[in-house]
């Protein structure tokens, strides 16, 4: 009976709420107002804004949003929980903290998966890095501007350095100069490769060092790093490989040759 009192009073109370504010308050537009100004006022400790930026999310709305989503998930896996461990459970203490510990849980699950696609681009840019200087120094080799090379490359390409190239080139319209916003981009991809070569590309630029040998030393060095991070994903995946061996296949093949041994054993022994 207490139980489903409880469950009643978890589903009157919104309810009821609703009643008294009527029609001229959205109640979802009052939450997201009351998350935007806390996300806004808040610290930023766990550096979502720079994650964020990194993806390309970098503006106050994006990071908003993205609070939104986070705290809006927690809030919801914490009434989830308080209905769904109230019907199951008569302590208060345990539904209470079981819900809460589901709330931060999903918390940290939101904040991890953008972890994890801040480094799944970082990884992609790598991966992309050999081709796209490759590509960058035939077009400098060929006579044009590092400008206009990575204009060009900026239009013929999907990935996510010639995205980065066509934010340099459109910021370098607009008035900035080549070497602070290709500085920017270095910064803003958070890659030792990347700033490496941003670094000798910005110091060929302004001493006036021949670019195309800058640039085909980079790319012999990325080539190499890209073969070291492919032999130790290959490392990985053996040792991977090697648990279905070990646990599944083994023992099934050690099971079929003593099993007719086995057998005749029982045999001889009746």
């Known amino acids: 009976m207490i139980i489903v009192l409880t469950v009643t009073a978890l589903l009157i109370f919104p309810a009821a709420f609703l009643i008294v504010i009527g029609d001229e308050i959205d109640p979802l537009?009052?939450?997201?107002?009351?998350?935007?100004?806390?996300?806004?006022?808040?610290?930023?400790?766990?550096?979502?804004?720079?994650?964020?930026?990194?993806?390309?999310?970098?503006?106050?709305?994006e990071y908003e949003l993205f609070r939104i989503r986070q705290y809006g998930y927690s809030a919801g896996a914490v009434a989830i929980g308080l209905v769904f461990f109230t019907v199951f459970s008569q302590s208060s203490f345990f539904v209470i903290s079981v819900s809460v510990l589901l709330g931060f849980l999903l918390y940290?699950?939101?904040?991890?998966?953008l972890s994890k696609n801040v480094k799944k681009k970082r990884e992609m840019i790598e991966a992309e890095f050999p081709a796209i200087i490759e590509m960058l120094s035939l077009a400098i080799a060929a006579?044009?501007?590092?400008?206009?090379a990575m204009?060009?490359?900026?239009?013929?390409?999907?990935?996510?350095?010639?995205?980065?190239?066509q934010i340099v080139v459109a910021e370098v319209r607009a008035g900035a100069p080549l070497n602070v916003n290709l500085d920017a981009m270095g910064r803003r991809v958070k890659s030792v490769m990347i700033r490496?070569?941003?670094?000798?590309?910005v110091t060929a630029t302004l001493r006036g060092a021949p670019i195309v040998e800058v640039l085909s030393r980079h790319a012999t060095e990325a080539r190499g790093n890209q073969r070291n991070r492919v032999m130790a994903a290959?490392?990985?995946?053996e040792i991977s490989m090697m648990i279905p061996v070990v646990f599944l296949i083994l023992p099934i093949s050690i099971m079929f040759a003593l099993w007719p041994s086995l057998t005749n054993?029982?045999?001889?022994?009746?």
Not at 34 to 47: E, M, P
């Open 29 to 61: 537009e009052q939450a997201q107002t009351i998350v935007r100004s806390n996300a806004r006022n808040s610290r930023d400790r766990s550096q979502v804004r720079k994650r964020l930026e990194e993806l390309g999310h970098g503006n106050q709305k």
């Open 108 to 113: 940290f699950i939101i904040d991890r998966d």
């Open 143 to 148: 006579g044009e501007t590092p400008l206009s």
């Open 151 to 165: 204009l060009r490359i900026a239009n013929s390409s999907e990935s996510h350095l010639a995205r980065e190239f």
């Open 196 to 201: 490496r070569f941003v670094d000798a590309l």
């Open 234 to 237: 290959a490392g990985k995946a």
């Open 265 to 270: 054993l029982n045999m001889f022994a009746r």
